[in-house]
T-cell receptor, first 109, second 115 residues
Framework: DAKTTQPPSMDCAEGRAANLPCNHSTISGNEYVYWYRQIHSQGPQYIIHGLKNNETNEMASLIITEDRKSSTLILPHATLRDTAVYYC??????????FGTGTSLTVIP | GAGVSQSPSNKVTEKGKDVELRCDPI?????LYWYRQSLGQGLEFLIYFQGNSAPDKSGLPSDRFSAERTGGSVSTLTIQRTQQEDSAVYLCASSPDRLMGEKLFFGSGTQLSVL
């Protein structure tokens, strides 16, 4: 698997954009980048994934750098319910989804 | 429609006893994963099933752990001679296929406590 590196924790003010970075410098050309989040005491929830192009859905936007060595998950208007651990995953083709320790995001009122 | 269902939601057992944890994936999903999450830690991959292929057991921590998936649907994770370090939340996930761009759908987990 491509190794991913995320900051262990971040804070964000409610209503502001939360920008969560992820480094995946060893990613190969056919590996997608996935983002999941885990709210306390629940199973992880899929957020978004992408390969090369930026992606947007109803939950978030994903910005992938041109060299694909890093990406940023953007929550455009963070709410208190967005407080969670966010996982960035870059599984190798044909291999499994390995979750690291993620970024613990705290949205502050 | 129904999501991934896991049972029991909580299990308390004594050290040395065997336990079975059950996972009902979303109907039609061919891939099934088991993960373990200790308190305050990330998810630890245990085992992966894909259709009729041989499972990937590379994440099982010891031979006390085993899992099977009957009929390509329901899966059971068995832990024999449980130890206190087995205490954790055991999470099951399923996905539609192993094609690129698949999403995992997780159950709510089984909280296992070994006394």
């Amino acid at each position: 698997d491509a190794k991913t590196t995320q900051p262990p924790s971040m804070d964000c003010a409610e209503g502001r954009a939360a920008n969560l970075p992820c480094n995946h410098s060893t990613i190969s050309g056919n590996e997608y980048v996935y983002w999941y989040r885990q709210i306390h005491s629940q199973g992880p929830q899929y957020i978004i994934h992408g390969l090369k192009n930026n992606e947007t859905n109803e939950m978030a936007s994903l910005i992938i750098t041109e060299d694909r060595k890093s990406s940023t998950l953007i929550l455009p208007h963070a709410t208190l319910r967005d407080t969670a651990v966010y996982y960035c995953i870059a599984p190798y083709t044909g291999n499994q989804f390995y979750f690291g320790t993620g970024t613990s995001l705290t949205v502050i009122p | 429609g129904a999501g991934v269902s896991q049972s029991p939601s909580n299990k308390v057992t004594e050290k040395g006893k065997d336990v079975e944890l059950r996972c009902d994936p979303i109907s039609g999903h061919t891939a099934l994963y088991w993960y373990r999450q200790s308190l305050g830690q990330g998810l630890e991959f245990l085992i992966y099933f894909q259709g009729n292929s041989a499972p990937d057991k590379s994440g099982l921590p010891s031979d006390r752990f085993s899992a099977e998936r009957t009929g390509g649907s329901v899966s059971t994770l068995t832990i024999q001679r449980t130890q206190q370090e087995d205490s954790a939340v055991y999470l099951c996930a399923s996905s539609p296929d192993r094609l690129m761009g698949e999403k995992l759908f997780f159950g709510s987990g089984t909280q296992l406590s070994v006394l």
